[in-house]
């Protein structure tokens, strides 16, 4: 081999070595980072229980800010559809003095990707009356769509309304 040829095969080499790194590190610079991972269907159910648990702080500001800043609320035991920070607390006022008090009866999961979920079905409320102190039990379909915002769940849609035939 002359000293030519293999200068043209050292230059061939590198070219072809440079050609490989290019390639992976562009490779690697356009994969971006690896997706989220979806969360549990145990891991939504749970957050009810979250909500659930704000309930008996009694403080309506907690529980409103389990919902996201443009949340729908279609609640339970009023017909006023909500659909702001205000108009949540504002029933929350109202609903907390019952001292509600949830159990899920039957539970639906539908984890859409890793930033929003379903949860759907079934279930009942003790109320307690204020005044007289007596205690009733409300059945109720609901729906709690859920967001992941800013790294934490929020409630983007809840609609709760009582058994048609109960």
């Known amino acids: 081999m002359t000293r030519r040829s293999i200068t043209k095969r050292a230059a061939i ?43 008996r702080t009694g403080d309506p500001d907690k529980v409103a800010d389990l919902y996201a800043k443009d949340a729908v609320l279609l609640p339970t035991v009023s017909n006023k559809v909500r659909t702001n920070h205000a108009e949540i607390v504002d029933y929350f006022e109202h609903f ?46 609901y729906t709690y769509e859920y967001e992941k915002r800013d790294g934490a769940w929020k409630i983007v849609n809840h609609h709760s309304s009582a058994m048609p035939e109960g």
């Open 96 to 141: 907390l003095q019952k001292k509600p008090s949830g159990k899920k009866v039957r539970t639906i999961v539908n984890v859409l990707d890793s930033d929003s979920a379903i949860d759907t079905g079934v279930y009942e409320f003790t109320l307690t009356d204020p005044k007289s102190g007596a205690k009733r039990v409300v059945e109720a379909r």
């Open 13 to 55: 080499v590198a070219a072809t070595a440079l050609v490989a790194v290019t390639t992976v590190g562009t490779v690697a610079a356009t994969a971006g980072p690896e997706p989220a991972k979806k969360p549990s269907k145990k891991q939504i159910a749970g957050l009810f229980d979250t909500w659930n648990a704000t309930l």
